[in-house]
């Protein structure tokens, strides 16, 4: 039984570029969210996606956008990328219960933005 | 804003010691409360969980932690660490607000000597 699995490992982007981050999640999840960490911080939630909708929003700019496929998997886009946006990128699958859930991690994007 | 709060960025024991890591968060209503760790090189791991019930919570590897609601903690303990359980701990707490945002602390690093 695979877990939440993130592609790629690590990216070097350049200023203004864009990226797309990929992400499995564990079998029998339907739910995905994304977090940002920076070094030395704990995750913070970007958004989080169910039935192929945004279901919540963390305070992100319009820059990082987010699409979940029918099979429950999930991309993360981020345009015009900013030497701030050098980050561990995780995600993070669930299964929905009421919200009384627990979510498993994926081993993170490491993106560094030059 | 919710915020979540641990009380102590890096912690130095000697094997045998016991653990007790701070966590204190801003948000007035129900919430379920997460500890998790993360080993060097590894994924995020969920240590224990707090939905409802009895608000003393016992996790793996001999982990526990207590939900002081009247304080808004949830502090994590262990009786006896080992120079396993060296890793950075994160405490995250999930509003019940009808939303899904899970809000982290900035975790603690946990340094265990042999």
């Known amino acids: 039984d695979a877990g939440v699995t993130q592609s790629p490992t690590h990216l070097i982007k350049t200023r203004g570029q864009q990226v797309t981050l990929r992400c499995s999640p564990k079998?029998?999840?339907?739910?995905v969210s994304w977090y940002q960490q920076a070094l030395g911080q704990g995750p913070q939630f970007i958004f989080q996606?169910?039935?192929?909708?945004?279901?919540q929003r963390g305070n992100f700019p319009d820059r990082f956008s987010g699409h979940q496929f029918p099979n429950y998997s999930s991309e993360l886009n981020v345009n015009a990328l900013l030497l701030g946006d050098s980050a561990l990128y995780l995600c993070?699958?669930?299964?929905?219960?009421?919200?009384?859930?627990?979510?498993?991690f994926g081993q993170g994007t490491r993106l560094t933005v030059v | 804003a919710q915020s979540v709060s641990q009380h102590n960025h890096h912690v130095i024991l000697s094997e045998a010691a016991s653990l007790e890591l701070g966590c204190n968060y801003s948000?007035?209503?129900?919430?379920?409360l997460f500890w998790y760790v993360q080993y060097p090189g590894q994924h995020l791991q969920l240590l224990l969980k707090?939905?409802?019930?009895?608000?003393l919570v016992k996790g793996i590897k001999g982990f526990e932690a207590e939900f002081i609601k009247s304080k808004f903690s949830f502090n994590l303990r262990k009786p006896s660490v080992q120079w396993s359980d060296t890793a950075e701990y994160f405490c995250?707490?999930?509003?019940?607000?009808?939303?899904?945002?899970?809000?982290f602390g900035a975790g603690t690093r946990l340094f265990v000597k042999a």
């Open positions: 995250a707490v999930t509003p019940n607000t009808g939303g899904f945002k899970t809000i």
């Open positions: 948000y007035g209503g129900t919430v379920n």
């Open positions: 707090y939905f409802s019930g009895d608000p």
């Open positions: 996606y169910y039935e192929e909708e945004e279901r």
């Open positions: 993070a699958s669930s299964f929905w219960n009421r919200g009384n859930t627990e979510a498993f």
């Open positions: 079998s029998g999840h339907d739910t």
